[in-house]
């Protein structure tokens, strides 16, 4: 059974910053992609960031490239999110999920049961 | 890219067939046999059900099938059960290193 958990999500004013964690103990995470999905009410689904095995492939939405940042730990099977200048667009649940095929298939696998990021004054 | 489209809402009787569609472009689902179908109870994460259009991961079972036609991808629930009530998304590959996920299809078992 294939268990991924994020933490870090909570309510921030606009503007702050959050760091959010994902572990997968016994995923063999450190060969697969590795993506953050969020799902908000008002655009739905939405891949954010993924990361490759080895870092060499990073990619960014848009909407968010220049404020999040994704890395990885794969020695510790860890994968991170850090969120800066936060908007209130950025509210959502924030999964992280595992590539289903070892590489990088564009599949989303396997997910996490969400961290809530919320965006407020 | 914009998202793909599908319809609002979906339902069928107990043991009845459900369809719903999946309307991209030639640019995603037009271009691509990477088209994956997520299932998602209310409060929980997605669940992949299809990928590569008709393929099923370990422990889905066939009742889900999926197909795809020109720049319109399908998945069809047969045998519709209680627990089949949920939402789904469709998700097809859009070049440039990213996918793109369709609106979502409220299936509701009357």
């Known amino acids: 059974q294939v268990q991924l958990v994020e933490s870090g999500g909570g309510v921030v004013q606009p503007g702050g910053s959050l760091t959010l964690s994902c572990v997968g103990p016994g995923l063999a995470f450190s060969s697969y992609t590795m993506y953050w999905v969020r799902q908000s009410p008002g655009k739905g689904l939405e891949c954010v960031a993924y990361?490759?095995?080895?870092?060499?492939?990073?990619y960014y939405a848009d909407p968010v490239k220049g404020r999040f940042t994704i890395s990885r730990d794969n020695s510790k099977g860890i994968l991170f999110l850090q969120m800066m200048s936060l908007r209130a667009e950025d509210t959502a649940v924030y999964y992280c999920?595992?590539?289903?095929?070892?590489?990088?298939?564009?599949?989303?696998?396997?997910w996490g049961q969400g961290t809530v990021v919320t965006a407020s004054s | 890219q914009s998202a793909l489209t599908q319809p609002p809402s979906a339902s069928g009787s107990p043991g009845q067939s459900v369809t719903i569609s999946c309307t991209g472009t030639?640019?995603?689902?037009?271009?691509?046999?990477?088209v994956s179908w997520y299932q998602q109870h209310p409060g929980k994460a997605p669940k992949l059900i299809i990928y590569d259009v008709t393929e099923r991961p370990s422990g889905i079972p066939d009742r889900f099938s999926g197909s795809k036609s020109g720049n319109t991808a399908s998945l069809t629930v047969s045998g519709l059960q209680a627990e089949d009530e949920a939402d789904y998304y469709c998700?097809?590959?859009?070049?440039?290193?990213?996918?793109?996920f369709g609106t979502g299809t409220k299936v509701t078992v009357l």
């Open positions: 999920a595992r590539d289903l095929k070892v590489g990088y298939s564009h599949i989303y696998g396997y």
């Open positions: 030639s640019a995603d689902i037009g271009g691509y046999t990477f």
């Open positions: 990361m490759s095995v080895n870092g060499n492939k990073k």
């Open positions: 998700n097809s590959y859009a070049g440039n290193n990213n996918t793109v």
